[in-house]
């Protein structure tokens, strides 16, 4: 079993431990005196966070897959090197090969303050198939604190510079999606990917009525999630990106989606540290490029 050489490897008693899950996929399970954390080796995917004893923070479809090829349906997709279909092939899969991709263990490591760290590797015969993408490599750093930080780094190793896109497209946990608001994104415009990507501005918070998908411009604000029925406030921060994407399917998309449980709707919402289209980061030979995202329980 993969888990049990993992363990030996990379296992940190009481901190960090591997086992086997869904479909024969690998987990690691990471906890410190904050709290807990659940990643998928397949997709790189963290699919369980709780900090403080409070409820857990992430959502996961209860009809989502775990089967190789397919993503997960919740969690932390990691969506990499491109963000929604890629930009000339419709035969390369929507976001990436990342969350579709097996990922390493590179290191673990208990830090001070008590956390707790893993570093992932993406699979580098993988990235090398992706025509000009061989000899880029990807990393991701999980720090669990009293915060969970993701950082996601491309680096460059070829000979000329890269444009990459991607997010971190984190689905959160909520009682009630009627009973939300985000804030941080007033007075930032965005494209309203349900209508012909038409560029509008967002005056106050924002609430969710219908169908919901954004890509917000410009903007490296923090977001809260404010959580009125679970009495609950999350801050959402980020570095290296200028976009922040929200999204939720509502109703008929969730129905539509077979993975997708059809009133899970209501008690998700994404918000995403994103670098897509106008932000896609240009990486020059031996440079690197970081995108996190930390969650902070208010
Ligand atoms: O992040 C929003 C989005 O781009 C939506 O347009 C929707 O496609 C969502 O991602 C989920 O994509 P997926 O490929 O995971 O079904």
């Not at 954390?37 to 923070?57: C, F, R």
């Not at 440079?287 to 995202?293: G, R, Y």
Request: glycine share 8%.
């Amino acid at each position: 079993m993969l888990s049990n050489v993992l363990n030996v490897q990379y296992g940190i008693q009481g901190s960090i431990e591997f086992k086997e899950g869904g479909a024969g996929f690998s987990f690691v399970h990471i906890k410190n005196a904050n709290g807990e954390a659940v990643i998928s080796l397949y997709g790189g995917q963290v699919t369980h966070l709780q900090l403080k004893d409070d409820e857990p923070i992430l959502w996961v479809s209860p009809l989502s897959e775990f089967t190789p090829g397919k993503a997960i349906r919740g969690g932390i997709p990691i969506c990499w090197p491109w963000f929604g279909p890629h930009s000339s092939d419709p035969l390369l899969p929507q976001h990436g090969i990342a969350r579709i991709s097996n990922w390493s263990v590179v290191n673990t490591c208990l830090l001070e303050g008590d956390q707790v760290r893993v570093i992932l590797r993406c699979d580098q015969d993988r990235i090398d198939q992706l025509a000009k993408w061989e000899g880029v490599e990807l990393e991701l750093s999980i720090t669990l604190g009293k915060t969970l930080r993701l950082d996601l780094c491309t680096r460059n190793r070829k000979r000329e510079a890269i444009v990459v896109g991607g997010a971190l497209h984190t689905y959160f946990r909520v009682e009630d999606i009627h009973q939300i608001a985000v804030q941080g994104l007033e007075s930032t415009h965005y494209r309203d990917k349900l209508d012909q990507y038409k560029r509008k501005f967002q005056e106050g918070g924002v609430v969710f009525t219908g169908e919901t998908d954004r890509e917000y411009l410009d903007t490296k604000s923090d977001c809260i999630l404010i959580d009125k029925a679970k009495s609950r406030s999350l801050k959402v921060s980020k570095e290296g990106s200028n976009t922040t994407v929200l999204w939720n399917p509502w109703q008929v998309r969730s129905e539509e989606m077979a993975d997708f449980s059809d009133n899970g709707f209501k008690q998700m919402v994404c918000i995403e540290a994103a670098i897509t289209a106008n932000d896609e980061q240009i990486i020059a030979p031996g440079e690197n490029h970081i995108l996190s995202q930390t969650i902070t329980l208010l």
